[in-house]
């Protein structure tokens, strides 16, 4: 059973009965209590990754009357526990923090009433904070007692709570954000990655709307010229199919892709029998749809899982590894973040205040050390102190230039040598706004340095979107993020439908 599953039983309309002896039980099963305990206003602990535990940051609890499994003590992590850090933690608590109310302790009247609202709620995380921020204004105690309410009343381990809400609460300061409007969106992002709600309904319409305005200058291209072409009544002939070639073309889709996507669509309206323009929107979504069809993968790592992070220079590549290690930390990973670029000048300064900010492990040496070195002296120490996933920078460089791209191999090659199977996953970062350039990156990359996913960054206010379609369709290289924003929450997942839709102008239809 999934976890959402687990939340949505949580808020059935039927309160849980109170099992016998839930007063001697107390503490050993919070699930099992007649209500939920008054959560204490947690203390802010170290700046450091939240839920560094095992292995599922939020585990299930077994249903009442079973048993709970200890953590077997191979799967736990030696260094660092979690009580430690709520120890270190304690200069940044408040007095109420430090004192929390003793498990068990009735709820108040306001408590009481959020409660009921939550059960009422949709079972959805957007609905959840609707209820728990009613009132708030600003980053003071009234929010961090909300949301531990919330956390507690999804039975999240207290300690994980307090980690969770105190490293939320350093990157405000950082961010030097107080009022709730200046950080309500991360809040929920962050919440949705560490419950493992990224997929529901709210969080594919968030990233729709982001598309969406990503994409605005692209579809002004494409969608216009589609709605004129598709127009009712039109018949289909050879110069509707010239023209729609064209419209894809000048979509920055490119010649090849062009041709390929109307011979698919043409063949569909063959099949279908259509005879008509305006009927051909669906198949064109369709014949999209079936461009980003994803390839099936083994998925399971020898741990760590070591991720290599390539692309040439500008393309936003810092940015995006900082964005991938935040995300994650935010799913409970332990994550060491290597400065594999050796050359560029402040990269590394850069690339550890990033490290910082996420809450990561950091590694590197100094300028024009030997990028292949680094990389296997960091893997030594990412095996030694049990890291979950290694990202490793990697210098910038152009395609074109045979002995930097010889150094990716060697990279690669060291990386194997001291982790079997390392580099788990190669990443190539491309710049949307490159359009058909993109395509020479990939082609080159991919011969010296096997590409397992790509990421978009810049589609945001592009008007050449459509080279994810080009990229997709030629290489067959799947896209796995697209970067739609300079925020750490603005790299999302990439999903077809809502790109599609987006591109075609479909979000209403």
Request: glycine share 6%.
């Given at each position: 059973?999934?976890?959402?599953?687990?939340?949505?039983?949580?808020?059935?309309?039927?309160?849980?009965?109170?099992?016998?002896?839930?007063?001697?039980?107390?503490?050993?099963?919070?699930g099992e209590s007649a209500a939920p305990?008054?959560?204490?206003?947690?203390?802010?602990?170290?700046?450091?990754?939240?839920?560094?535990?095992?292995?599922?940051?939020?585990?299930?609890?077994?249903?009442?009357?079973?048993?709970?499994?200890?953590?077997?003590?191979?799967?736990?992590?030696?260094?660092?526990?979690?009580?430690?850090?709520?120890?270190?933690?304690?200069?940044?608590?408040?007095?109420?923090?430090?004192?929390?109310?003793?498990?068990?302790?009735?709820?108040?009247?306001?408590?009481?009433?959020?409660?009921?609202?939550?059960?009422?709620?949709?079972?959805?995380?957007?609905?959840?904070?609707?209820?728990?921020?009613?009132?708030?204004?600003?980053?003071?105690?009234?929010?961090?007692?909300?949301?531990?309410?919330?956390?507690?009343?999804?039975?999240?381990?207290?300690?994980?709570?307090?980690?969770?809400?105190?490293?939320?609460?350093?990157?405000?300061?950082?961010?030097?954000?107080?009022?709730?409007?200046?950080?309500?969106?991360?809040?929920?992002?962050?919440?949705?990655?560490?419950?493992?709600?990224?997929?529901?309904?709210?969080?594919?319409?968030?990233?729709?709307?982001?598309?969406?305005?990503?994409?605005?200058?692209?579809?002004?291209?494409?969608?216009?010229?589609?709605?004129?072409?598709?127009?009712?009544?039109?018949?289909?002939?050879?110069?509707?199919?010239?023209?729609?070639?064209?419209?894809?073309?000048?979509?920055?889709?490119?010649?090849?892709?062009?041709?390929?996507?109307?011979?698919?669509?043409?063949?569909?309206?063959?099949?279908?029998?259509?005879?008509?323009?305006?009927?051909?929107?669906?198949?064109?979504?369709?014949?999209?749809?079936?461009?980003?069809?994803?390839?099936?993968?083994?998925?399971?790592?020898?741990?760590?899982?070591?991720?290599?992070?390539?692309?040439?220079?500008?393309?936003?590549?810092?940015?995006?590894?900082?964005?991938?290690?935040?995300?994650?930390v935010l799913q409970g990973k332990k994550?060491?973040?290597?400065?594999?670029?050796?050359?560029?000048?402040?990269?590394?300064?850069?690339?550890?205040?990033?490290?910082?900010?996420?809450?990561?492990?950091?590694?590197?040496?100094?300028?024009?050390?030997?990028?292949?070195?680094?990389?296997?002296?960091?893997?030594?120490?990412?095996?030694?102190?049990?890291?979950?996933?290694?990202?490793?920078?990697?210098?910038?460089?152009?395609?074109?230039?045979?002995?930097?791209?010889?150094?990716?191999?060697?990279?690669?090659?060291?990386?194997?040598?001291?982790?079997?199977?390392?580099?788990?996953?190669?990443?190539?970062?491309?710049?949307?706004?490159?359009?058909?350039?993109?395509?020479?990156?990939?082609?080159?990359?991919?011969?010296?340095?096997?590409?397992?996913?790509?990421?978009?960054?810049?589609?945001?206010?592009?008007?050449?979107?459509?080279?994810?379609?080009?990229?997709?369709?030629?290489?067959?290289?799947?896209?796995?993020?697209?970067?739609?924003?300079?925020?750490?929450?603005?790299?999302?997942?990439?999903?077809?439908?809502?790109?599609?839709?987006?591109?075609?102008?479909?979000?209403?239809?």
């Amino acid at each position: 059973m999934g976890f959402f599953s687990s939340i949505r039983n949580l808020f059935r309309d039927e309160p849980k009965p109170e099992s016998p002896g839930a007063a001697e039980t107390q503490g050993s099963h919070p699930g099992e209590s007649a209500a939920p305990q008054a959560p204490p206003l947690p203390a802010e602990p170290a700046y450091s990754p939240p839920f560094q535990t095992t292995t599922d940051p939020w585990p299930l609890l077994p249903p009442p009357g079973e048993a709970v499994q200890e953590t077997p003590p191979a799967l736990r992590q030696p260094e660092d526990p979690l009580p430690a850090k709520i120890e270190q933690a304690a200069p940044f608590a408040s007095e109420q923090a430090k004192t929390p109310p003793a498990q068990g302790s009735p709820l108040t009247p306001e408590q009481t009433a959020m409660a009921l609202a939550l059960r009422e709620a949709e079972p959805r995380l957007s609905a959840w904070l609707a209820v728990v921020l009613e009132g708030v204004e600003r980053a003071d105690s009234l929010l961090w007692e909300r949301v531990s309410f919330l956390l507690t009343s999804l039975e999240a381990p207290q300690e994980e709570i307090e980690v969770f809400i105190g490293a939320f609460r350093r990157w405000l300061e950082d961010m030097e954000y107080e009022h709730l409007d200046d950080f309500r969106s991360e809040l929920q992002y962050r919440l949705a990655l560490a419950l493992d709600l990224e997929d529901e309904e709210d969080e594919r319409s968030r990233l729709m709307m982001k598309l969406s305005a990503g994409l605005a200058k692209t579809r002004e291209q494409i969608a216009r010229n589609l709605n004129a072409l598709f127009l009712p009544g039109r018949v289909i002939d050879d110069a509707f199919w010239e023209e729609l070639e064209e419209i894809l073309i000048m979509a920055d889709v490119g010649f090849e892709t062009a041709h390929a996507l109307t011979e698919g669509v043409r063949r569909r309206a063959l099949a279908q029998g259509i005879k008509e323009a305006a009927s051909l929107r669906e198949a064109m979504r369709l014949e999209l749809l079936d461009v980003f069809k994803p390839m099936r993968r083994i998925s399971v790592v020898n741990p760590p899982e070591v991720v290599l992070v390539i692309g040439v220079n500008g393309v936003g590549k810092t940015t995006t590894i900082a964005k991938l290690c935040h995300r994650a930390v935010l799913q409970g990973k332990k994550t060491l973040l290597v400065a594999g670029d050796t050359f560029r000048a402040a990269a590394t300064e850069q690339l550890e205040i990033w490290a910082h900010r996420a809450g990561a492990g950091f590694y590197a040496k100094g300028h024009g050390a030997d990028p292949a070195a680094v990389a296997y002296e960091a893997l030594d120490k990412a095996i030694a102190e049990g890291y979950d996933t290694v990202f490793v920078d990697t210098a910038g460089r152009l395609h074109t230039k045979t002995n930097l791209m010889e150094e990716l191999t060697k990279i690669s090659r060291v990386l194997g040598k001291r982790h079997p199977g390392a580099p788990h996953r190669s990443i190539l970062v491309l710049d949307a706004t490159t359009g058909q350039n993109a395509l020479s990156q990939v082609k080159l990359f991919n011969e010296v340095c096997a590409i397992d996913e790509l990421i978009l960054t810049k589609l945001d206010g592009t008007a050449k979107g459509g080279i994810a379609v080009a990229v997709a369709l030629q290489h067959g290289i799947p896209i796995s993020f697209v970067g739609l924003g300079e925020k750490m929450g603005d790299l999302r997942p990439f999903d077809p439908e809502s790109y599609v839709a987006a591109l075609l102008g479909l979000e209403d239809e």
